[in-house]
C-alpha cells in the first residue's frame, strides 16, 4: 500500500489543521495507522497511533489534548487533526501502516511509509 500525507501548511500558533493519510494501491482497513513527525536535524518522533481493530488510539504526551486521530475506511484515509497548534509543533509530519493490531511509539513497527507534509507554525 502506497501512502500520502497531505493537508500541511504555514499557520500562525492557536490555529488548526487537519493532516490526512491517505493510501493507494491497497486498502488500510485492516491495518493500524500513525503519524510521526521530523524535524532537520532530528530523529523521526511519535506523534499518534490508531489501531485497526477497535480505533484505539495513542498520543505523545506533547499532543493530548490537541491532537485526534480518526480514520475512515470506506475513504480509505486516515486523520490527523491538529488544534491550538505551537511553534514546536512545525515539522514534516508522516503517516505510516502496519498489518499488526498496535499503537506503538517504535518507528521500526511501522513498515508502510508514506511522504510527508510540512507543518509550519510561526507568527
Known amino acids: 500500500v502506497q501512502l500520502q500525507a497531505s493537508g500541511g501548511g504555514l499557520v500562525q500558533p492557536g490555529a488548526s489543521l487537519t493532516l490526512t493519510c491517505t493510501a493507494s494501491g491497497g486498502t488500510i482497513s485492516r491495518s493500524s495507522v500513525a503519524w510521526f513527525r521530523q524535524t532537520p536535524g532530528k530523529e523521526r518522533t511519535f506523534v499518534a497511533a490508531m489501531r485497526w481493530r477497535n480505533s484505539i488510539a495513542n498520543y505523545a504526551d506533547s499532543v493530548k489534548g490537541r491532537f485526534t486521530m480518526s480514520r475512515d475506511n470506506a475513504q480509505n484515509a486516515a486523520y490527523l487533526q491538529t488544534n491550538n497548534l505551537k511553534p514546536e509543533d512545525t515539522a514534516v509530519y508522516y503517516c505510516?501502516?502496519?498489518?499488526?493490531?498496535?499503537?506503538?511509539?517504535?518507528?521500526?513497527?511501522?513498515?508502510?511509509w508514506g511522504q510527508g507534509t510540512l507543518v509550519t507554525v510561526s507568527s
Open positions: 505510516a501502516a502496519s498489518i499488526i493490531s498496535t499503537t506503538t511509539a517504535n518507528s521500526n513497527t511501522w513498515n508502510s
